[in-house]
């Protein structure tokens, strides 16, 4: 049965309750709980009639870099977004730290995501304010720290990116790679439990890959986060990920750790771990009989 | 009437409905979030500067010309029935209760409208807004409210500048150039006008500055985030702007002659 995109905004007395939810938050252990900061579980969501995610079964454990791959238009972003509760499930279980992310209110939703922190593909740096501004945002929005102990907070994640000399530069200043720094160190600035990186390797330089790469492995370990990095930059993913959940045809093909899903003896997680140009994807866009067309054309 | 035209009009009628309950939605929004964003009145000041301040030069420039053009045409007007000395009053009249708050409308929409609605489509297109969202800051209460509030607040200060500077302009053609009495120009003036026909002037203002601000951040908060949506956004600011204006204008004047 096709299901369909519900806003985050629709209110809550109107949001259909998916059938198997109940028995899906029973089915689910107090250790699977505890091990695993989100849980996805018989996630299905159609835009339109096209199916999305068809049974997607998923673990983001606890402390671990955990990275999302697939070919484009697998529903990467799309999974992020249902995690973040900009979008609700059409059936099936989003919980984040034991929370049903479809059951929540608008509020509750703010709530939860002070304890997350996102790091968007361009970065999406407020581009009115400053790198020192821009960290101390979510801080100022949130909290009354005195002016002097901000300081403190925004200068020592911004040394933790290394870009603390760049504090009172503009983000049109910036490099591609220095944005992403920037948007990092406000993405930990409130000291969040879950970091998501969204495609954060796009349109980077190989030294500032490499940085990045660094960053997301450091900032895992020393400040104990859970960290799930959507990309299909294969190669570079799979050396800072702990686990590896690769997403095709609306439903997880693979997932382990990364040297587990690279062996894979399937052809599709073949084709997308070696970068094979045809495969179970194939190369051509399904089109009419090539020869023929080309006759019709006369 | 063939039954695809028919179709076509009915679903045009039901997407002009769609767009005035969505406007009207987004109206109680803000309407419920002014108490709120008035608290944070810092950040409404800064926009009010943007909207207002910067758009001072050319309003001050319209406002000079408009007046004195009225000063030529009013001359020329009056000196036909004898009565020059009326010209003050004329101008007065004709910018405080209606060119003052229209032309400002018109030009607010141009200048600090389109860059409300441009500002809100590009922080839209490049993810701005929904990063807010993802550091829990509703966008709406953070970005829009103070820009609308802005837009609400400069708009009667730039009519009355404008019509100030507007009379002033009369004054420079009908005395200075056309030679019609400074002491009748502003006596009859001040006999003439009264204090309702200002607040008639600034209560249109008022209207208008809402109409405008909403128009500029519905439009841009809701523009598809592309280039194309965002210049789209921008063009129909300009355009929804000055038809709400032209015809709210033409209401209000009924209801308060």
Redesign the interface.
């Known amino acids: 049965m096709a299901s369909r995109a519900t806003a985050v905004t629709r209110p809550r007395w109107n949001r259909p309750r998916p059938e198997g939810r109940a028995r899906r938050i029973r089915d689910l252990t107090a250790e699977a709980r505890r091990e695993a900061a989100v849980i996805v579980r018989g996630l299905h969501y159609t835009v339109g009639r096209r199916i999305i995610f068809d049974g997607v079964d998923l673990d983001f454990p606890r402390g671990s870099v955990t990275a999302v791959m697939g070919p484009s238009g697998s529903g990467k972003t799309t999974l992020l977004r249902l995690i973040?509760g900009?979008l609700r499930p059409g059936r099936g279980l989003v919980e984040v730290e034991g929370k049903d992310v479809a059951a929540l209110s608008r509020r509750e939703i703010?709530?939860m995501?002070?304890r997350?922190g996102?790091l968007?593909?361009?970065g999406?740096?407020?581009?009115d304010l400053s790198v020192y501004e821009n960290i101390a945002?979510?801080l100022r929005?949130?909290t009354r720290l005195p002016e002097r102990l901000l300081r403190h907070v925004v200068l020592t994640k911004l040394q933790a990116v290394g870009l603390r000399g760049a504090a009172w530069l503009m983000p049109a200043e910036l490099s591609g790679g220095m944005a992403r720094r920037v948007?990092l160190a406000?993405a930990i600035v409130?000291d969040p439990d879950l970091l998501i990186y969204d495609e954060p390797f796009v349109g980077l330089d190989p030294i500032s890959m490499g940085v990045v790469l660094r960053l997301i492995r450091r900032l895992n370990d020393t400040l104990g986060l859970t960290s799930i990095v959507v990309s299909h930059d294969v190669r570079e993913i799979t050396a800072v990920a702990d686990y590896c959940h690769l997403l095709s045809g609306g439903r997880i093909i693979a997932s382990g750790p990364p040297a587990a899903v690279a062996g894979s003896d399937r052809e599709d997680v073949r084709q997308f771990m070696h970068g094979l140009p045809d495969g179970p994807v194939p190369f051509h866009y399904p089109a009419p009989e090539y020869v023929e067309q080309l006759r019709q054309a006369h | 009437m063939p039954a695809p035209i028919v179709r076509e009009l009915i679903e045009s009628t039901l997407d002009a409905l769609r767009a005035l309950g969505a406007y009207a939605l987004f109206a109680v929004r803000l309407a419920a979030e002014t108490p709120r964003a008035l608290l944070r009145f810092g950040l409404v000041v800064e926009q009010v500067h943007n909207a207002g301040a910067l758009s001072l030069v050319i309003i001050m420039l319209s406002g000079l010309f408009v007046g004195m053009v009225l000063g030529l045409q009013g001359f020329d007007l009056l000196q036909r029935f004898g009565s020059e000395e009326s010209l003050g009053t004329a101008a007065a009249l004709g910018l405080l209760k209606e060119l003052g708050p229209v032309i400002t409308a018109l030009l607010f929409a141009g200048r600090a409208g389109t860059a409300l609605a441009s500002e809100l489509g590009l922080m839209r297109a490049t993810d701005q807004l929904a990063a807010m969202e993802m550091m829990a800051v509703d966008p709406v209460r953070r970005v829009v409210m103070p820009r609308f509030l802005g837009g609400v607040i400069a708009m009667p200060l730039l009519a009355a500048i404008f019509s100030m500077i507007g009379i002033y302009g009369a004054q420079l053609v009908g005395v200075q150039l056309m030679g019609v009495d400074a002491g009748q120009f502003w006596s009859q003036m001040r006999d003439v006008v009264e204090f309702d026909d200002v607040i008639e002037g600034a209560l249109k203002s008022v209207v208008f500055g809402v109409a405008c601000s909403l128009v500029a951040v519905y439009e841009g908060y809701h523009s598809v985030p592309t280039a194309e949506g965002v210049g789209r956004a921008t063009t129909r600011t300009v355009v929804i702007s000055s038809v709400s204006v032209l015809l709210l204008d033409y209401m209000l004047t009924a209801v308060m002659i």
């Open positions: 973040t900009q703010y709530r995501r002070r997350m996102m968007f593909q361009n999406a740096l407020l581009t945002f979510p929005e949130h948007a406000r409130m």
